[in-house]
Nanobody, 122 residues
Framework: VQLQAFGGGLVQAGGSLRLSCAAS????????MGWFRQAPGKEREFVAAITWSGGSTYYADSVKGRFTISRDNAKNTVYLQMNNLRPEDTAVYYC????????????????WGKGTLVTVSS
């Protein structure tokens, strides 16, 4: 599987963006997927995850109620809808393929896409 994230940009606080992660490869539909982000000078952190069927989703406390992860297996794409954005959401956002372990750790992902920058102005 190869991943490519896109959809980032500059938005004012309170605004919305939708990120997309396009995957290549026939095994996408059997993979759990995650979104992480990395702000300048900080470690990469978990944002959200979704099971292969889309039946279960998981969120970091900092984004719960504002972000929604979803997927369209027919299009080999995972989405991250981000609403009510805050300046502290500014980061490079990465999608990743889950392999094992806790959702919250970068070590639980084995394939990463190139990130897409989200900048939220106050």
């Amino acid at each position: 599987v190869q991943l490519q994230a896109f959809g980032g940009g500059l938005v004012q606080a309170g605004g919305s963006l939708r990120l997309s992660c396009a995957a290549s490869g026939r095994t996408f539909t059997s993979n759990h997927m995650g979104w992480f982000r990395q702000a300048p000078g900080k470690e990469r952190e978990f944002v959200a995850a979704i099971t292969w069927s889309g039946g279960s989703t998981y969120y970091a406390d900092s984004v719960k109620g504002r972000f929604t992860i979803s997927r369209d297996n027919a299009k080999n794409t995972v989405y991250l809808q981000m609403n009510n954005l805050r300046p502290e959401d500014t980061a490079v956002y990465y999608c990743a393929k889950y392999i094992s372990g806790s959702w919250y750790y970068t070590s639980s992902m084995d394939v990463w896409g190139k990130g897409t920058l989200v900048t939220v102005s106050s």
